[in-house]
C-alpha cells in the first residue's frame, strides 16, 4: 500500500507560478514511477507529467510542455510539480499517481496504481 497526499495548490494569477508536491509514505523503500493529472470540472481526467523510477526519463503533456517541470527527491520520498506561465485553462484539480510496476511513465489513467486525494489549483485571468 502507499498513500500519497498533494500539496500546495491555491489561487494564482494567469502568468504566476506555482509548486506542488505530493508526499509517499507505505511501499516506499522502493522508488516508484511516479505520476501527476489533473481534472477539471466537466472534464476527464487528463495525463500531465511522469517520471521514471530514478528521474531518468520524463514526459508530459503537450499542453503543458515547456512550462511545467516533474522532478523527485527520493530521499525524502517527494515528487514535485513545477508550474510556471499558468493560463487559466490549468485550472483543475491535480492528483499525484504511483505505477507499481514498469519503469516507463504511463499516460493514462489505468498505468497507475495508487493516487492522492488532490489538490486545488485555480488560475484567474
Known amino acids: 500500500q502507499v498513500q500519497l497526499v498533494e500539496s500546495g495548490g491555491g489561487l494564482v494569477q494567469a502568468g504566476g507560478s506555482l509548486r506542488l508536491s505530493c508526499a509517499a509514505s507505505?511501499?516506499?523503500?522502493?522508488?516508484?514511477?511516479m505520476g501527476w493529472f489533473r481534472q477539471a470540472p466537466g472534464k476527464e481526467r487528463e495525463f500531465v507529467a511522469g517520471i521514471s523510477r530514478r528521474g531518468s526519463t520524463t514526459n508530459y503533456a503537450d499542453s503543458v510542455k515547456g512550462r511545467f517541470t516533474i522532478s523527485r527527491d527520493d530521499a525524502r520520498n517527494m515528487v514535485y510539480l513545477q508550474m510556471n506561465s499558468l493560463k487559466p485553462e490549468d485550472t483543475a484539480v491535480y492528483y499525484c499517481?504511483?505505477?507499481?510496476?514498469?519503469?516507463?511513465?504511463?499516460?493514462?489513467?489505468?498505468?497507475?496504481?495508487?493516487w492522492g486525494q488532490g489538490t486545488q489549483v485555480t488560475v484567474s485571468s
Open positions: 507505505g511501499r516506499t523503500f522502493n522508488p516508484y514511477t
Open positions: 499517481a504511483t505505477k507499481i510496476l514498469g519503469d516507463v511513465p504511463g499516460t493514462t489513467r489505468s498505468d497507475y496504481n495508487y
